[in-house]
């Protein structure tokens, strides 16, 4: 339900900016997220549709956009989980669009506990062993140039599934040092640029176009700048970090969640790391585990509703919120979770 980057919970897209929906209506929609998976699977669904109007979207706000696109001749979902909170009316929502338009959603998040792939109106295209990425350019590839095994490499780098047999196998075509150094652009360059769709809005054309991430002046120079809040930020985590049994933990660090959590983690040693910050009487956190043998999705989805909260994601990067007073509770619960893995 969560997508990885849990500062996307409480973002209120404006999807529409700038856009005239009467004459935009018709035609190919294409609705991704944000991050840098998102942008890749978007362009590689640009490049195979490049009439399609491109938005930005997330877990949340999924079900209102597709109100608003419901007269399209195609859309194309990409890197959306299915949120449990919305559940119905997103399948009401598919199944109404499907009857008259193609729909297509490619995701790979875990599905709501429960519901199956073929309960789901539509072409699916769903797994969860590859980014979305991938999944996309394996749905499009008889569409679109194969120089875009690069598009699909750099959004598998960005979320942290660059080592699939595809991926891996697409890399040994390039030489991978200028990949990670252009997807590290990508990454490092919008970085807190959440709701800068204009920026991601450009970024996605210039991706669907081939044109790689240092080709962007702007990009590059946003990377570089990002890196040094980074480099600024490890070294304050180094002694802001607290641990609570094998969680490190760090509440309103102004940094973003998810690099927090990862870097707290590693600079600890602890089993998973997290950082979270309070918001309207919630802690609304990003969590990192360093095993494959914890599964973070389940834990969450397991111990966060009684505790009046959410939470779920991939099995080693997630989201969660909690109430701020469950706080403890739930860091206790988590680690009480964590026992007996090694
Ligand atoms: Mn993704």
Redesign the pocket.
């Known amino acids: 339900m969560f997508n990885?980057e849990n500062e996307n919970v409480n973002l209120l897209s404006p999807p529409y900016d700038g856009v005239n929906m009467e004459v935009q209506i018709l035609g190919s929609w294409i609705f991704t997220?944000g991050?840098v998976?998102?942008l890749c699977a978007g362009a590689i669904a640009l490049a195979a549709y490049p009439d399609a109007n491109v938005f930005f979207t997330h877990p949340y706000g999924l079900e209102g956009d597709l109100h608003e696109a419901k007269d399209a001749d195609r859309i194309i979902i990409c890197?959306i989980a299915l949120s449990e909170s919305h559940l119905n009316g997103l399948l009401k929502a598919f199944s109404k669009i499907a009857e008259t338009s193609e729909l297509i959603y490619i995701d790979?998040h875990p599905l709501p506990e429960g519901l199956s792939e073929d309960e789901i109106a539509g072409v699916v295209v769903h797994s969860l062993d590859s980014?979305?990425s991938e999944l996309t350019y394996r749905f499009f590839q008889s569409r679109i140039d194969s120089l875009h095994a690069r598009t699909a490499i750099m959004g598998a780098i960005g979320?942290y599934l660059d080592d699939t047999p595809l991926i891996k196998r697409l890399l040994e075509r390039w030489d991978k040092r200028t990949l990670y150094f252009e997807s590290g652009l990508l990454i490092q360059g919008i970085e807190g640029q959440k709701r800068n769709y204009d920026l991601k809005r450009s970024i996605v054309y210039n991706l669907a176009n081939k044109i790689p991430p240092s080709f962007d002046r702007m990009l590059v120079e946003l990377a570089i700048q990002n890196t040094h809040l980074e480099e600024i930020a490890i070294r304050e985590l180094r002694d802001r970090a607290k641990l609570y049994g094998n969680v490190a933990y760090i509440l309103n660090f102004p940094f973003s969640h998810g690099k927090t959590a990862t870097y707290i983690r590693g600079l600890t040693g602890a089993m998973v790391g997290l950082a979270g910050e309070e918001r309207r009487g919630m802690i609304d956190m990003s969590l990192r585990a360093s095993s494959q043998k914890i599964d973070l999705n389940r834990i969450l989805r397991r111990i966060t509703p009684h505790l009046g909260g959410s939470g779920g994601g991939h099995p080693m990067a997630a989201g969660a919120r909690v109430p701020k007073e469950k706080f403890m509770e739930f860091l206790r619960e988590l680690n009480e979770c964590l026992r007996g893995i090694d």
């Open positions: 990885d997220h991050d998976d998102g890197d790979h980014s979305a979320d």
